[in-house]
């Protein structure tokens, strides 16, 4: 079991799914810099139901030296351009990312990158939860975007479809 640095999105979707412990399970701590915390934050006080942190205690603070002043300029957020760097900064452990930009900038850096239906698929192949499918339905409820492609291909690593 690794350490995982995390964006807000896969926690949020997670969380509203009801699988945010599977995270410990996959590894042995997740590290979040203040910026994600500060997005978490930022949703509780608009109203939205949010994970408390500091609840999950697999779940640790971890922030990067300093972030490049260059990468101000992408078109990512705060929890990203943190997550990014701490990544960068410890390039052995996994970067949990749903945004499509950070992606393409972490895995052209040769970081390993999941995003939540890699933890679904992780998952399930270690015994966490026995089907993918009813999860992907619940993160689309969540208001996660997954094309009717993306789901065949996934419940089709999953072992799920003909």
């Given at each position: ?8 999105s ?10 945010l ?9 997740v ?6 915390i ?11 139901d ?12 971890v922030?990067p030296r300093?972030?490049?002043e ?6 990512l ?8 760097t701490?990544?960068?900064e410890?390039?052995e ?14 895995q052209?850096a ?5 995003g939540t ?23 689309v409820?969540a208001?996660?975007?997954v094309?009717?492609?993306l ?12």
């Amino acid at each position: 079991m690794g350490i995982a640095i995390s964006n807000t999105s896969p926690l949020l979707y997670l969380y509203r799914i009801g699988g945010l412990a599977w995270l410990a399970r996959l590894f042995a701590e997740v590290w979040v810099p203040d910026a994600v915390i500060v997005e978490i934050e930022a949703g509780r006080q608009r109203g939205y139901d949010v994970p408390v942190i500091e609840q999950c205690p697999w779940i640790k603070r971890v922030n990067p030296r300093h972030v490049p002043e260059e990468w101000l300029a992408l078109d990512l957020g705060p929890g990203e351009l943190a997550v990014l760097t701490l990544a960068f900064e410890h390039r052995e452990q996994v970067v949990l990312l749903d945004d499509l930009l950070a992606r393409r900038i972490a895995q052209a850096a040769g970081l390993q990158v999941w995003g939540t239906l890699r933890v679904l698929l992780e998952s399930k192949k270690r015994g966490i939860i026995p089907k993918v499918a009813p999860h992907v339905d619940k993160l689309v409820q969540a208001g996660m975007w997954v094309s009717e492609d993306l789901r065949h291909r996934i419940l089709r690593l999953a072992g799920e479809t003909a």
